[in-house]
């Protein structure tokens, strides 16, 4: 299939296959490659993806055990699709009740931008849907896509991929330039919308994730399950750093 695919774009193989008809070093790493992100994505990614009707239970469930006073975010859709944003509720209600009253933004108005000794340093290109602690000088930021109410998969989900790949390039490259560390998450959800019709997006999600420009990626009741983790690790980043600056 990769053969069949370079040819269809009128590219050459030899980078892949030698003259003995072997794959070459490169080739075998492809190929083993590509087995491990079908794998991950049928047996980690597929089983964790829920739909509308799954993601409306768990929001109710975290809600209940959370009881955070955080107000509701809608999502952008009109008539019977306008409810709850739901796994943009429950990442922020299960932030809120893990980082023991430290400030967070959940829904930041403004670029992300990082200091250094009192400059400014770098204004990343688009705003994120999270920051902890803030917008300024966060320690981590994070990305939510969640389409329940989607029945088709339209360039705006393919744009969404993209958008995480460009703050994920700024990061890396600020991260390599200039030595600071913004931790970079991705949470998606919808079943319908991720894997009936944009599997190809995921499997450009999991490249990014091995290329460096996301941190981790939660999927679906993936991000119920870890948050509360990641928000206690954040908690710790945070008195280190206030440490460092006494």
Known sequence: MILEALRELSL?????????GKPTEIGASLVA????RA????????????????????????????NSRLPIPMNKQKGEKKQPAQLTAMVAML?????????????????????QGGAPLRTLARRVDGAFPSAKNPLAVWEIKEYYYTTT??????????ETLLDGMELEEMRQSERVDCKHYLMIDAR???WDCGRSCLCRIV????????????????AVE??????????????????CDR
């Open 12 to 20: 050459g193989s030899s980078h892949i296959v030698g003259a003995d």
């Open 33 to 36: 490659y590509f087995a491990y």
């Open 39 to 66: 794998e991950l994505l049928n047996k980690c990614v597929e089983p964790r993806l829920m739909n509308a009707e799954q993601a409306a239970a768990a929001f109710a469930q975290v809600k209940a055990a959370t």
């Open 95 to 115: 932030i809120d009740t893990n980082i023991g009253g430290l400030p967070c933004d959940y829904d930041p108005r403004e670029l992300t931008t990082l200091t």
């Open 153 to 162: 998969f339209g360039s705006r989900v393919a744009d969404g991929v993209y």
């Open 192 to 194: 319908d919308t991720w």
């Open 207 to 222: 490249d990014m994730l091995h290329m460096g420009y996301v941190d981790e990626v939660l999927v679906g009741r993936e």
């Open 226 to 243: 870890r948050m509360p983790e990641i928000a206690r690790e954040w908690t710790g980043m945070s008195r280190a750093r206030q440490s």
